[in-house]
């Protein structure tokens, strides 16, 4: 479960790879780890259809099953708790993303070990979201988890985030729930790597 990642990005990187947005545009500061709780840069189709960049709270009020504990990653997509977000394209967003964190070794000496895109310089990429309101104008975000790849698999067998390339985007942000939720996938092992 992915409960840490970077978004090192500029504005400007964001909308080379996504288009442009309304919303915050100066400069972000770097996001150098975010943890579930924490605020974190998201984008979304605003009211005119275009994208909108908020900072949202990476964490979802849980269901009382949970004990009202924040959700932060999404795997079954046939939940009865996922399934009036993911039917509105409105409550879908993107993550975006430089680096995310799994956790390797026995408990209490754990390490962590990160995964990003293939190329050199950790660039820009997104994972799959739903967000929702909150009281007093706070948002809250979580992403979507799979099946791992092996590069992922070999640290945490269990899943792994839904990264989209930016050609899915639209497809994620505007298709009905299951033309969308097939992006569910993982991500192909050739793209990205384990970063030293």
Known sequence: MCN???MTASVDEMKRLFGSFDGETSNLPPF?????????PVLRRGETGGLRLDLMEWGFPGPAAA????????????SPFWRSAL????????V???RFCEWEGEKGSKRKVWFGLHEESEPLFAFAGLWRPGEG?????????????????????????????????PRWLD??????????????????????
């Open 137 to 169: 104008g706070i948002a809250y975000m979580a992403f979507l988890t799979c099946e791992p790849n092996a590069t992922v698999g070999a640290v945490h067998p269990k899943a792994m985030p839904v990264m989209l390339r930016p050609a899915d985007v």
């Open 67 to 78: 004990k009202g504990r924040p959700v932060t990653n999404i795997r079954n997509l046939a």
């Open 96 to 98: 975006p993303v430089t």
């Open 87 to 94: 039917n509105r394209p409105d409550r879908r967003c993107i």
């Open 32 to 40: 150098a780890e975010i943890y579930p709780g924490k605020p974190a």
């Open 175 to 196: 298709s009905e729930a299951a033309t969308a939720c097939e992006l569910a996938v993982p991500y192909a092992d050739t793209d990205m790597r384990r970063l030293p």
């Open 4 to 6: 840490l990642y970077s």
